[in-house]
């Protein structure tokens, strides 16, 4: 019994862990299209930010479909042969309706863990915004302007940067910085993402502006939440076995 209950143990953790992977690389994948659509798209001026919601949903689906395809078709690899009155249904086959309620958790928490938003309200200049001030460095001129087709996306540092803006030429300050970079404005400031907020986002309120920035140690946190899961089926496996060795006494 014990040594089965370790092989079901370690058979959720390998599936979780290819999962896992799976939900990591769809996510950087989906957010980097979505952002570029967002860009290409003239019409998103009319829209809302772009944020990781959609796109942390969407590989939480695909990854489980993909999970779950793989299962099936191992499942009929190792039964196919077997009579129909011998074959075991896919759900009780070595524990899978155990194991894909496993995996739904998992895929659950992944998702969720990128999406978790904190909100703040600042005021400052428009390059001084962390989310910006990269790309005031972009320019065709010198680091003091931004580039002037009203969106940029690029990777540069610890992280890739996004954004568009109505830009306009609005001259030069008497220290000879471009306005439109260094003019104040106020934003609506959302970090995404538990524990670790990598992904963050800056919005000008009923303007058609947005800038983000995503840093690759936010992929920290659907790893974070992985290892918590793996406590957790870690601590009921033993409490079964504790309990099973308890009622066997």
Known sequence: MQTKLSLQSWRVALWGAVTFLLFSVLFWYLLDVYIKFQIGKREA????????????????????????????????????????????????????????????????????????????????????LFTVNEACGHGPISATELPSQGSYYFSAGPGTY???????PKGLTKYGFDKFAFE???????????????????AVPRESEWHIVFEPYTAGNPFVWFLGWLILQAIIGISKWWFRLNNSL
């Open 162 to 168: 996004a954004g568009m803006y109505a830009s306009g």
């Open 45 to 128: 001026f009319s829209s809302t930010p772009p944020t990781p919601f959609l796109p942390s949903i969407v590989s939480g689906a695909v990854a489980l479909l993909l999970t779950a395809l793989a299962l099936v078709a191992l499942w009929w690899l190792q039964t196919w042969r077997k009579p129909v009155a011998l074959r075991a249904g896919f759900a009780r086959h070595k524990g899978n309706a155990e194991l894909c309620i496993w995996l739904l958790l998992l895929i659950l928490l992944m998702a969720i863990s990128p999406s978790l938003p904190e909100h703040s309200h600042i005021a400052t200049c428009r390059c001084c």
């Open 184 to 202: 104040n404005i106020e934003a609506d400031r959302t970090p995404f993402g538990w524990p670790v907020s990598g992904i963050t986002l800056d």
